[in-house]
């Protein structure tokens, strides 16, 4: 930002001071010769610093307009939506950011490169418990989306209720610190396998990738389990029929829950006592 030319008539002047070779230029008036120099000088300085500060602005604007955007600024965008807010006419940005959960509505997002498309996944809500965005919501976020992404691309908004996981396991258990429920003996926990699954599923990032092999991880990190083996892992989304999990599975809607009445039916513990 330019200075003002009295600020850089000042900064000559104290440059000059600094130099005792120039201590014969002692004339206090604003009309002798040496302090005429040091404001024609600070003139000319002051034009360059506008004329810096133009262009700068004029660069900006010109990137702004032409630059790509990456999929992770659709997803930063897409977060900054303020529920029932107008953008100011010819921008991208609102004057302010609202943390008032009914206006920043939107918690979570992914984007998703397709084919010919650009797929943005929201949601709303916190860390276990996300949930859809209200079809008035989801209408109003791609309004706003549609206004400030790139002329020519073309985007889906999408926010759907969680991908359904249904796990069917053999605990093996250590007796002495689980019982044949699987509740834990001290009374702390009554579902200590259910809990770290729930929270296993929560820790994924959003659109997060769920893997197998990670899941038998954490259930190994169970205190009182010796051996979490998963017969077979089933999802869904929508209406759609369930699909076997082999190794990994993307969650359509971004995020994933148990299906816990399927779960409760589906995992055997047995006792295990090594030899």
């Known amino acids: 930002m330019a200075r003002t030319i009295s600020q850089i008539q000042q900064s000559i002047i104290d440059t000059k001071n600094a130099q005792p070779v120039l201590n014969d230029l002692s004339s206090t008036s604003n009309v002798s010769v040496w302090m005429l120099w040091t404001y024609v000088v600070a003139v000319c300085q002051w034009v360059l610093e506008k004329l810096f500060d133009a262009h700068r602005e004029e660069v900006s604007q010109l990137l702004a307009k032409q630059k790509p955007h990456t999929l992770q600024w659709y997803v930063s965008k897409v977060k900054e939506f303020q529920y029932g807010v107008a953008l100011p006419a010819g921008s991208d940005t609102y004057l302010s950011i609202s943390s008032d959960p009914a206006i920043a509505i939107i918690s979570y997002a992914a ?10 996944k929201v949601a709303s809500g916190t860390v276990g418990s996300l949930a859809p965005i209200t079809t008035a919501q989801l209408t109003a976020t791609t309004a706003y989306m549609q206004q400030i992404k790139d002329a020519g691309v073309r985007i889906q908004l999408t926010s759907g209720n969680a991908d359904n996981l249904k796990l069917t396991l053999k605990i093996y258990y250590d ?9 834990r003996l ?29 899941l038998i991880g ?9 051996i979490g083996h998963v017969i077979s892992a089933l999802a869904n989304y929508a ?20 299906d816990e009445s399927f779960f409760d039916a589906n995992v055997i513990y047995i006792s295990y006592t090594s030899l």
């Not at 001290?186 to 990032?205: E, R």
């Not at 954490?218 to 389990?225: F, P, R, T």
């Not at 209406?239 to 148990?258: C, N």
């Open 111 to 120: 984007a998703v490169e397709l084919t010919n498309m650009i797929r943005i």
């Open 218 to 226: 954490a259930l190994q990190q169970i205190d009182g389990v010796v």
């Open 239 to 258: 209406s759609l029929p369930y699909t076997s999990i082999g190794i990994e599975y993307t969650p359509d809607a971004g995020y994933m829950k148990l």
């Open 175 to 183: 007796p002495l610190v689980l019982d044949a429920t699987g509740a």
């Open 186 to 214: 001290d009374g702390t926990s009554v579902s200590p396998v259910k809990d770290a699954i729930n929270l296993f599923l929560a820790s994924l990032p959003f659109n997060g990738v769920f893997i197998v092999n990670k």
